[in-house]
């Protein structure tokens, strides 16, 4: 390696960059652009494991797009994942008094310890209906990447 090398994106790289993450259409989810840049570890989870694999093996200063399909993305819409909710799970899992608006993201104990969370999609007088799938499952996504510093 020469001494002019610019240092590159490594699975435990310490990075300072601008990131956007934008639908289909361009409307932003996430950007830092025209703000503060991001300090990030890889490997630390701070951003979605398929992102951390585009940034692998950039170089310092690197400006980068990623078009990502779904699958590459939050992967697809799993019909699987819309379920019924008996009202009796839903009062456990829930505030004294909630009053649940369809649309709402509703966090649920999961069985066996740990969080998850669905999207109320439909009340009725026995169950509501949840979509357990990932906001941003089934979209295209472009991921934006301006490498500042690689440590």
């Given at each position: 390696?020469?001494?002019?090398?610019?240092?590159?994106?490594?699975?435990?790289?310490?990075?300072?960059l601008h990131y956007r993450l934008s639908s289909a259409d361009g409307t932003d989810i996430v950007t830092t652009f025209g703000g503060t840049p991001a300090t990030l570890m890889l490997g630390q989870g701070q951003l979605a494991p398929f992102l951390e694999q585009r940034l692998l093996g950039l170089e310092?200063?690197?400006?980068?797009?990623?078009?990502?399909?779904?699958?590459?993305?939050?992967?697809?819409?799993n019909p699987e994942l819309i379920q019924?909710?008996?009202?009796?799970?839903?009062?456990?899992?829930?505030?004294?008094?909630?009053?649940?608006?369809?649309?709402?993201?509703?966090?649920?104990?999961?069985?066996?310890?740990?969080?998850?969370?669905?999207?109320?999609?439909?009340?009725?007088d026995d169950a509501a209906v949840f979509d357990f799938n990932h906001p941003l499952a089934g979209q295209p996504l472009t991921f934006e990447v301006q490498l500042i510093s690689v440590l």
């Open positions: 390696m020469s001494s002019n090398t610019l240092p590159v994106v490594t699975e435990s790289a310490y990075l300072t310092e200063g690197a400006q980068a797009r990623f078009e990502l399909s779904p699958a590459e993305g939050f992967g697809e819409r019924a909710v008996s009202k009796k799970t839903l009062d456990e899992n829930s505030e004294l008094d909630a009053n649940y608006q369809v649309g709402d993201l509703v966090d649920f104990a999961a069985p066996g310890g740990g969080r998850f969370a669905g999207v109320l999609r439909e009340l009725r």
